[in-house]
């Protein structure tokens, strides 16, 4: 079992596969892009393995594959295929832009994959290709209704952007209403290639429930477990539910449970923190896996108790890295 030095269990790892993506949203990257790894910086699926391997020996029982966009890697069902029976992992996720998901639908299902978090900041046409910069509405809008057809789990994560997309939060709870679908509103976050600098947002956490309340205001706060990031809320009359993730306003880190290992091997114990260790470089100098777990355990075991601690790490100066870099 992983603890960390605030009596914190850690059994989740976000494990990212890439740090590419196929669209280029304004909150995360500049239009141009970013300097995107080298391939030979970026983790093998062998070491993606290797690394998934250890850390659910460790005490990882749950997984979720982020990016970049994860499908844009071409030997991501063969990763997938490996989690899927590997003894001790109990919960395998994907976050996803939904883009390129549709060929593997079939495949997940065979795998027993279908819980599937889709990133979507916008419900109207228009909206989504102002955010995203890219003409994939259809294709995602399209698959996004195959994973609710076709009984996956569904959550659409979706990251409130003043000035860009507010007018979509009320029509994407009316689209899904007959759904069983979560409807996740995320507070912005500072990691956007450095392209914009902010010490407060408009939209937080307490703004966005304001805002839903008015437009519902016949709705249930609903139990969640300890450690979910969001609070959870079903609107009389839908299907689904909505939460509200305040991840700028940071007030789920008493609880957090989570470890990242970014597509470059860093370990990231907090989102709001440097990188730690780099496991990539363990792996390919010979070392043997107990290296891996006694560095896993150092850095666990310094952890920072908020992220506005760890945030301290960066000099208040304005977070360069975008989130697909970061593995979200």
Request: proline content about 3%.
């Amino acid at each position: 079992m992983l603890v960390d030095n605030h009596g914190r269990k850690i059994n989740y790892l976000r494990l990212a596969v890439t740090d590419r993506c196929n669209l280029r949203c304004n909150y995360c990257m500049p239009a141009e892009g970013i300097n995107f790894a080298k391939r030979e910086e970026l983790l093998t699926t062998l070491e993606l393995k290797q690394v998934a391997k250890v850390l659910v020996e460790m005490g990882i029982e749950k997984i979720r594959l982020t990016g970049g966009e994860p499908f844009v890697r071409k030997d991501i069902m063969d990763l997938l295929a490996f989690l899927s029976h590997l003894e001790g992992l109990k919960d395998i996720s994907i976050t996803t832009n939904a883009t390129l998901i549709g060929k593997h639908l079939d495949e997940l299902k065979q795998l027993g994959i279908k819980n599937i978090n889709v990133s979507l900041d916008a419900i109207k046409k228009e909206t989504f290709e102002h955010i995203t910069r890219r003409n994939s509405y259809e294709i995602v809008r399209e698959n996004l209704f195959r994973l609710l057809n076709e009984d996956f789990n569904v959550r659409v994560n979706f990251i409130v952007l003043q000035g860009q997309n507010e007018q979509d939060i009320i029509p994407i709870l009316n689209e899904f209403k007959d759904y069983p679908v979560g409807i996740r509103f995320l507070e912005e976050m500072p990691f956007n290639g450095g392209t914009k600098s902010f010490g407060s947002i408009h939209w937080d956490h307490k703004k966005i429930l304001e805002y839903i309340t008015d437009y519902f205001p016949n709705y249930q706060k609903l139990d969640s477990p300890k450690t979910s990031t969001s609070v959870n809320y079903k609107i009389d009359g839908h299907q689904g539910t909505f939460g509200i993730i305040p991840s700028f306003s940071r007030t789920f880190c008493g609880s957090c449970n989570r470890l990242r290992v970014t597509a470059k091997g860093d370990v990231i114990t907090c989102l709001y923190g440097k990188p730690k260790t780099n496991l990539r470089e363990i792996i390919r100098g010979n070392d043997s896996f107990d290296k891996i777990k006694m560095e896993v355990e150092r850095v666990i075991g310094e952890r920072a108790k908020t992220g506005f601690e760890a945030q301290k790490e960066h000099e208040n100066k304005v977070f360069e890295s975008s989130m697909t870099s970061i593995g979200g």
